[in-house]
């Protein structure tokens, strides 16, 4: 079993400000690590993954995501946030399910409000 | 150019009826996925399908029935609709476990 918590269920910043977003997982297998993004009344967008490799990822919009597993953590990190990262941030794991099927476990989301 | 796309984005209906919800996905992924999102955001997986093959089948009334046509469709029928079925509903394809989100369905009940 896996499962994913976010511990902030609200985050208001400052525009300008940086932010962090907490997420520890848990799981007996390893796992992929996502951040998706939901602006409001919108799909899910995917915003990083961590599948392999370098433990620090990063999105095209200035986010960045560190895998620590001795932490079994994946904060998602902003130096300095705008107003149009206004959203619901949502932390999940994958495992593999077999024939080429992944579910994903979702945290419960933590929505970042930026104050301008 | 859209991904996944879902039809149609909103259905309003009433408790009883059966209802349908489309996805397609150009992405050429081999495994397509439904969840389901509550009034409170949180999201739970319901299927998955590989290759027209139901892989991942959670904890679901048998009210809800996926269909895979092809490899590119996975459709979701919902009989019977009670008023707890208002959600969002999400599809999703992945290939090598990254999955990418239709924009979803807005389902309520009444």
């Known amino acids: 079993a896996q499962s994913v918590t976010q511990l902030d269920s609200q985050v208001p910043v400052f525009e300008e400000a940086p932010v962090e977003l907490r997420c520890n997982y848990s799981?007996?297998?390893?796992?992929?690590l996502f951040w998706y993004v939901q602006y409001p009344n919108q799909g899910l967008q995917l915003l990083l993954k961590?599948?392999?490799?370098?433990?620090l990822v990063e999105s095209i919009n200035g986010f960045e995501a560190e895998f620590n597993k001795s932490q079994t953590s994946f904060h998602l990190r902003k130096p300095s946030v705008h107003i149009s990262d206004t959203a619901e941030y949502f932390c999940?794991?994958?495992?593999?399910?077999?024939?080429?099927?992944?579910?994903?476990?979702f945290g419960k989301g933590t929505k970042l409000s930026v104050i301008p | 150019d859209t991904a996944v796309s879902q039809t149609p984005k909103y259905l309003v209906t009433q408790m009883g009826n059966d209802k349908s919800i489309k996805c397609e996905q150009n992405?050429?992924?081999?495994?397509m996925y439904w969840y389901k999102q509550d009034s409170k955001k949180f999201l739970k997986i319901m299927f998955s399908y590989n290759n027209k093959e139901l892989i991942i089948n959670e904890t679901v009334p048998n009210r809800f029935s996926p269909k895979s046509p092809d490899k590119a469709h996975l459709n979701l029928h919902i009989n019977s609709l009670e008023l707890g079925d208002s959600a969002v509903y999400f599809c999703?394809?992945?290939?090598?476990?990254?999955?990418?989100f239709g924009p979803g369905t807005r389902l309520t009940v009444t």
């Open positions: 992405l050429g992924h081999d495994t």
């Open positions: 999703a394809s992945s290939q090598e476990g990254t999955q990418y």
């Open positions: 999940a794991v994958a495992r593999h399910s077999g024939a080429g099927s992944y579910q994903l476990t």
């Open positions: 799981s007996s297998v390893s796992v992929y």
């Open positions: 961590y599948l392999s490799g370098s433990t």
